[in-house]
């Protein structure tokens, strides 16, 4: 049973962050728009690209020349693009596996089983937390780290406790069918355990098109991923006073 909850958790997280080896990993807040990047550390700013690739860091504007200038403003650019995809995405994903669990769980438990309630419930409470760690509002798009780490964590433990004792109370009240039904008549602890195999299957089969789906779309964002990532990288290199300040883990 342990695997089954494994399962269902990796197939979320999977569409969370993950598709072809592909992490979205902040080390810092985030606000982005169509005139500026501003990265902090909670209240301080740590470094602004403002439109025209000006750039300053704790505050002092940075000396660039027009190549640099140019490099800062397609990265800063780039990850204006990414994080409202990204933002999309987790909040996809929040629906897509809302509706997907509601369903598999349904066809294996009943709709009225613990399993349906507690992953509802669970999923709602993941909801709050990412809307509480991200915002967006008149084209700026804000993600803190912090908030996010938290959600990362205890959605882990939570999600994963949560339903491994829905999965637990269903399959005990499912058992107890199957073991009256061994008690009346062969025939009917037959059917039982065919209808049990069934149901699993069909959990099995929306738990899986529900991954594919997630991760068809985690891939196009993974893309543009990996760019920001070379971006960023080469303008460290170029521009030695954003060193040691990198956005993404790599």
Request: glycine letters at 6%; proline letters at 1%.
């Given at each position: ?18 598709a ?6 902040l ?66 994903a ?13 066809a ?11 992953s ?9 937390r ?118 993404f883990?790599?």
């Amino acid at each position: 049973m342990k695997y089954l909850t494994v399962l269902v958790f990796g197939l979320f997280i999977s569409a969370l962050a993950t598709a072809s080896e592909c992490t979205i990993d902040l080390q810092y807040d985030i606000e982005v728009s169509s005139k500026a990047l501003r990265v902090s550390d909670q209240t301080e700013t740590i470094y602004e690209i403002r439109q025209g690739g000006w750039l300053s860091v704790k505050g002092e504007p940075v000396e660039l020349d027009d190549e640099q200038r140019a490099l800062a403003e397609e990265y800063a650019g780039e990850v204006a693009a990414l994080v409202p995809q990204w933002m999309e995405l987790v909040s996809t994903a929040l629906t897509v596996a809302e509706k997907s669990l509601k369903v598999a769980f349904s066809a294996a438990f009943g709709e009225e089983s613990e399993a349906v309630a507690k992953s509802g419930e669970a999923l709602a409470s993941a909801r709050e937390r990412f809307e509480a760690s991200s915002s967006a509002e008149d084209g700026v798009y804000s993600i803190s780290v912090f908030a996010l780490n938290d959600l990362d964590g205890a959605f882990d433990e939570e999600f994963s406790e949560d339903i491994e004792d829905a999965i637990m109370a269903s399959l005990g009240s499912i058992f107890i069918e199957i073991g009256k039904a061994l008690i009346s008549s062969d025939s009917d602890f037959d059917e039982s355990m065919e209808s049990f195999g069934n149901r699993m299957d069909l959990m099995g089969e929306e738990l899986e098109s529900m991954s594919d789906g997630l991760e068809e779309t985690a891939e196009e964002l993974c893309d543009g991923m990996r760019k920001v990532q070379k971006l960023e990288r080469k303008l460290m290199k170029e521009v030695p006073e954003l060193a040691g300040y990198q956005l993404f883990a790599t």
